[in-house]
């Protein structure tokens, strides 16, 4: 895979803030994962029965989820249940845009999120954007976002649960409510009032939000 074709599948990616490194899928065994996770939910994505973890926040204090399935793997010559992660995302609080905004109460931009590439393609980062927004967590978008950013949340505006703002953070105000993003995977095909890549215009975002 060239690096374009890796940045288009990357769903978020932030100039100055875009880690580059493809996670592994760590395993987890039960033991470790009930001593520093904390399970959020059981969901089923592509006829998969799968499990949403949550890291203890004594240990880091960002909010930091992971999305996998129990599976066995041979560890120190012994088969053991162990915990595979498909998705990890680190979200960061807003409190400067919640306490802006009357119309939200629980802002989250999304820092990082990556899928180990077997699982690319199978919509595992869409609904886990999903399910962060069906649990009354309002997503916001950075202020520059890749070709596979924009067609994410193009995609999920779209959606009949889900209603998309389109704020000024600087002036504190909304400036379209309810709309749908346009998508685009060129520089003169998305929606140039929230895509852009003049910094000048980094106060304008997207907020996701359930109806």
């Given at each position: 895979m060239n690096f374009r074709d890796m940045l288009n599948e990357m769903p978020v990616a932030v100039l100055g803030d875009w880690d580059n490194k493809i996670i592994k899928s760590p395993a987890?065994?039960?033991?470790?994962?009930?001593?520093?996770?904390?399970?959020?939910?059981?969901?089923v994505i592509n006829n998969r029965k799968l499990e949403i973890y949550k890291l203890d926040k004594k240990l880091d204090n960002q909010d930091t989820y992971i999305l996998g399935a129990w599976g066995y793997e041979e560890l120190n010559d012994e088969k053991k249940e162990v915990f595979i992660i498909i998705t990890k995302a680190v979200l960061l609080k807003r409190k400067d845009l919640t306490s802006q905004f009357k119309e939200f109460h629980n802002i989250y931009q999304m820092k990082k999120i990556n899928t180990i590439t077997e699982f690319r393609g199978d919509r595992f980062t869409k609904q886990f954007y999903m399910w962060f927004i069906s649990q009354k967590m309002e997503i916001v978008s950075d202020m520059v976002q890749y070709d596979g950013a924009r067609a994410m949340y193009s995609s999920l505006s779209k959606l009949p649960s889900i209603k998309a703002y389109i704020i000024d953070a600087y002036e504190k105000e909304i400036i379209k409510k309810d709309t749908i993003v346009k998508q685009g995977f060129d520089d003169w095909d998305f929606d140039e009032e929230v895509w852009s890549y003049d910094f000048k215009k980094s106060n304008i975002l997207i907020v996701l939000k359930a109806k």
């Amino acid at each position: 895979m060239n690096f374009r074709d890796m940045l288009n599948e990357m769903p978020v990616a932030v100039l100055g803030d875009w880690d580059n490194k493809i996670i592994k899928s760590p395993a987890k065994t039960k033991k470790v994962l009930q001593k520093y996770w904390e399970l959020q939910d059981k969901v089923v994505i592509n006829n998969r029965k799968l499990e949403i973890y949550k890291l203890d926040k004594k240990l880091d204090n960002q909010d930091t989820y992971i999305l996998g399935a129990w599976g066995y793997e041979e560890l120190n010559d012994e088969k053991k249940e162990v915990f595979i992660i498909i998705t990890k995302a680190v979200l960061l609080k807003r409190k400067d845009l919640t306490s802006q905004f009357k119309e939200f109460h629980n802002i989250y931009q999304m820092k990082k999120i990556n899928t180990i590439t077997e699982f690319r393609g199978d919509r595992f980062t869409k609904q886990f954007y999903m399910w962060f927004i069906s649990q009354k967590m309002e997503i916001v978008s950075d202020m520059v976002q890749y070709d596979g950013a924009r067609a994410m949340y193009s995609s999920l505006s779209k959606l009949p649960s889900i209603k998309a703002y389109i704020i000024d953070a600087y002036e504190k105000e909304i400036i379209k409510k309810d709309t749908i993003v346009k998508q685009g995977f060129d520089d003169w095909d998305f929606d140039e009032e929230v895509w852009s890549y003049d910094f000048k215009k980094s106060n304008i975002l997207i907020v996701l939000k359930a109806k």
